[in-house]
């Protein structure tokens, strides 16, 4: 095969490959836009649930019905005290409820914790809820961590009482994901009571279970399966959902788990794990600041350029072999290294890591992350010059589009862009400056060249033609 014919298959290739990311970014976007929108129409749904109904104005009619709150993702645990009232009729009843009281308020330090809502329950029931009032995709994780804690403490205090011969209640646990109805009630401190399937189902979950166990729905197992070692559990008939097959939660993987002497806890590549599965959430609050407060002149620099880098940076990535924790640092500094032109176009990059250092404790990053994750987003300052792989991969990934087909609009959006700022330049003008800088770049991992090195020097004819007919046209009379 000769060397042209080589070239031209390569740059084929590079075609397809971009046209399927290009598919990529489109659903990604779409699935965006569509989130955004549902959690818009959430969040307003939950402020005018929060406004005193007399408060309303006049001709706004709303029954107690119409203000409550449709969650499509909660993951709703249930807690079973099984042997309460035959333990109180042989102890003093009140000493009793004061020791569940106690219960519960370690219970409620557990969901606080984990950022799970409690909600109402009569009597020696327990049940709390993840992903509810704000929504998140770890709350699945979440709450069967928190069931797992729970537990424990149950059996340290069962251990305490069978020492001094007295005898202590057994908890069943069951957990169950779906769509809830929330309604919330209060005022200074907003609380829910939730109703549905979901929590039907949950209840379901721990009266089919042994003493002792966290029963999981097959739905909640889907969903945490890659975390947790989990043991068949059979069917049990649910109403309108007909057998429904059940798994007890055993441990952590232990791949996932660090042993210490009061328990087993998620090591580091847990958080990690944990981490790329919060990163959509993250993503998510990101592209929103974005698309609401950049400026409106931004035609190129704008939350589909990010959306853009993020996947570059995630194939360059994995093309180039980098850990899990290096592909999470990656994701995160291409989601944040434009954010800083929210405030301003001058050292934007310097401002998006303050922007970075302000959300990510937050999402539970480590200060050694955080300046990791800085250390990229400036590396994107050009002229590049980047000193190590990671580095490397996040100039690639911002310049990816240099390779690609549709280098030319991108081309002309950026060229709108310093139009719209006042830049004094004409299209012929910046095309020659677009070939100068296109002539003059490099790709610096293995997989950016081996992707984009022949679509670039397509480009750059593509770019020569265009200002040769532009000149053809200024040297005609």
């Keep these: 095969m000769d060397q042209y014919k ?5 740059f084929l290739n590079s075609k397809l490959e971009h046209e399927i990311i290009s598919l990529r970014e489109r659903v990604h976007e779409l699935e965006v836009q569509n989130s955004k929108s549902k959690s818009e129409i959430d969040r307003l749904e939950t402020l005018l649930a929060m406004v005193p109904k007399e408060a ?16 499509r993702m909660v993951t709703v645990m249930y807690v079973d005290f099984r042997g309460f009232k035959s333990i109180a009729n042989e102890t003093m009843p009140s000493y009793v409820i004061d020791e569940l009281d106690r219960i519960f308020i370690k219970f409620d330090e557990i969901c606080e914790r984990l950022n799970l809502q409690i909600v109402k329950t009569i009597g020696d029931a327990y049940m709390c809820a993840g992903g509810i009032p704000e929504k998140n995709i770890t709350n699945p994780i979440d709450v069967v961590l928190a069931a797992m804690e729970m537990n424990r403490h149950i ?10 011969h007295h005898k202590f209640w057994e908890v069943r646990i069951g957990i169950h994901t779906g769509p809830v109805i929330a309604l919330p009630s209060g005022k200074k401190k907003i609380s829910y009571d939730i109703k549905g399937e979901t929590v039907n189902i ?7 279970a042994d003493n002792g166990k966290i029963n999981l729905s097959i739905y909640t197992y889907e969903l945490v399966r890659d975390y947790f070692v989990t ?37 580091e590549i847990f958080q990690i794990k944990y981490a790329l599965r919060q990163f959509t959430d993250l993503e998510e609050v990101v592209l929103d600041k974005l698309e609401k407060e950049l400026p409106k002149f931004v035609h190129y620099h704008n939350y589909k350029h990010t959306i853009d880098v993020v996947n570059q940076a995630e194939l360059i990535g994995l093309g180039e072999g980098v850990d899990d924790e290096s ?12 954010v ?35 250390s990229l987003i400036m590396a994107t300052k050009l002229p590049p010059n980047p000193q190590n792989l990671l580095e490397k991969v996040m100039c690639d990934a911002d310049l990816d589009y240099l390779g690609r087909s549709d280098f030319i609009p991108i081309s002309n959006a950026l060229y709108e862009e310093l139009i719209d700022q006042g830049k004094q330049i004409d299209i012929n003008t910046w095309n020659k400056n677009q070939v100068k800088f296109l002539t003059n770049h490099q790709y610096f991992t293995n997989t950016a060249l081996r992707l984009r090195e022949v679509g670039k020097e397509y480009q750059i004819e593509r770019l020569k033609k265009l200002i040769a007919e532009e000149d053809a046209k200024l040297a005609t009379p």
């Design 6 to 10: 080589q070239s031209e298959l390569l």
């Design 56 to 71: 309303l104005p006049s001709r706004v009619r709303l029954d107690i019905g119409h203000r409550s709150l449709r969650f």
């Design 155 to 164: 059996n340290e205090l069962r251990a305490e009482y069978e020492r001094d």
């Design 202 to 208: 949950a209840t379901r979950m721990a009266s089919a």
């Design 231 to 267: 043991d068949y559990n059979g069917v049990t008939p649910v109403k309108y959902q007909g057998d429904m097959e059940m798994f007890y939660v055993r441990r952590l993987r232990p791949a996932l788990s660090v042993n210490r002497s009061v328990g087993e806890f998620p090591n």
């Design 327 to 338: 592909l999470l640092l990656l994701k995160t500094a291409a989601l944040f290294h434009d």
């Design 340 to 374: 800083g032109l929210t405030i301003s176009f001058e050292n934007h990059e310097f401002l998006g890591t303050q922007i970075a250092r302000e959300y990510l404790p937050k999402w539970k990053y480590t200060p050694e992350q955080i300046d990791k994750i800085c």
